[in-house]
């Protein structure tokens, strides 16, 4: 099945909120509202004609307003969003495949930066598990519902997430001196200072 | 002496400097005297932040950082790497024909040399030292071939966006079909030595065995997936490149010697995938054509608004790149899914219950790289 049936099945047997995405890019993928991404997870393995029982991939990255997108002209998404974060938000990535049925899916959804909430899917497959793990590390989205959410990259005091566009690095962790020698600051461009 | 002995679980450090982690993985293991009752990886420690380093370097300047991603297989990564870029061009039916042999080539041969050393240091652990020994030679053949073909020995940057950075001398193609007539041979001798030792085989077979329902559910890839008896390698399957023209066999775990899925599956299905490839190159060497090593690639790259995932089989398994371009000369997102990550989070579930020294054995039937592991 390609994704436009998949498309098809979601909004025939389901009340999810969904659109269907083909202009980005050489995949087209099935966008879901952050609260039903569970339930159409569940039911895109569950059911017998889609069957996905792998969870190939999951990931996301940190979205700031020049790169707004055109779903904002269907959905008012950001409205949940508390305080001044109100168009910057993090956008999570689920792709999916069947070895039984050879088919797969890119399942998108957006949560905002300023409550980086969502429903862990720990419980349909074992490997999201760390791929969640490695998402709340570097990302700081906090997956509701997951057994063991601590990172896995960074240390445990860590402070920050470092894939947020902005991220500035600590000049000292633990007595070690991280900042940029002279010779790093000879290098940087002119004019452009951080 | 009525009273029962006292018991209590120890808990007890691994690592990030133990010589069987294959680089610096942390284990740390509660146990029940000499069992493992719960296991817990902590990675990490090789974690180079090299996702974030693709936001801010051009998308062809991205490709030596692939190499370091895995070096036991950089050629395969610089593959990965390079057609996730080209599908998000849209120029993946642009690349010459002869690039395409020529990448299936050196893939196939950095998949051999990758499997040898898999298979050297699983040796290795055991305690068998001289299997790891022999495996270094032949490895050396391959890298000498690979440095003709393109001046580097381990980290190569030689495929590049488009086809490959320069073109193949028919003196590497003769040098290939030479050590391949050689290997073919050695294969059957190191195995005589220690893949059909009944010593060995008892070490291996019957311990930490994944069924093929937890294979799919902790997405394990690659040789380990399909030593739990699951017939699917994205070269046959999803096919890329030019390996719908070439012929060779998915070699899937039979149980052969214990239980279907146990380490000695995984062990087995790897040395019979360097036959694979032997059969690869083979027939590339007879079918390669003349023509262009590279097609015509602006210098300057900025391919259009969107995201991909690309898969592709290296010797770990099935690795994905997913790239969110925004337009402009660098990736907004790349992240590297790799075989040894999920391969890694398998172990808390297959090592409760085994002996300590059995997990040197899973960790070397795995076949897990720390630097893929933490990129």
Redesign the interface.
Known sequence: MNTLEIFEQIKKNTDAIVSFQE?????P?IYVRSDWVLPVLRYLKDDEALDF?????H???HETE??KLFWHLFFDISQAASGTHLHEEIRL?W?IYS?DK?HRV?IESSIPLGKPEIDSVVSL???A??LEREVYD?LGVIYQGHPDLR?????EDWEGH??RKGYVAPDLYHGVDNSPSEITKSFEPKGKSK | MTSALKTEYLTINMGPQHPSTHGVIRFILKTDGEIIYECDPDVGYLHRGIEKIAESVTWQGFVPYTDRVDYVCAMNANLAYCMAVEKLMGIETEIPKRAEYIRVIVCELNRISSHAIAIGAADLDMGAFTPFVHFLREREHINDLLEIACGARLTYNYICIGGVNNDLSPTFLSKTAEFLDHFEVVVEQINRLISYNQIFIKRFANVAVVPAKMAIDYNLVGPNLRGSGVKFDIRKDKPYSVYPELDFDVPIGSGREGTLGDCYDRYMVRVEEIRESIKIIRQCLKQIPDGESKAIVKSTIKPPKGHVYFRTETPRGDTGYFIYSDGNTSPVRLKIRTGSFTGMSIIPEIARGVFIADLVAIIGSLDIVAPELDR
């Open positions: 202009e980005e890019g050489p995949t993928s029982n792998v969870l190939m991939n990931t996301g990255f020049s790169s990535f792709h070895y050879e890119t497959w074992k490997s598990n760390w570097l990172r896995i990259m960074l240390p470092p894939l």
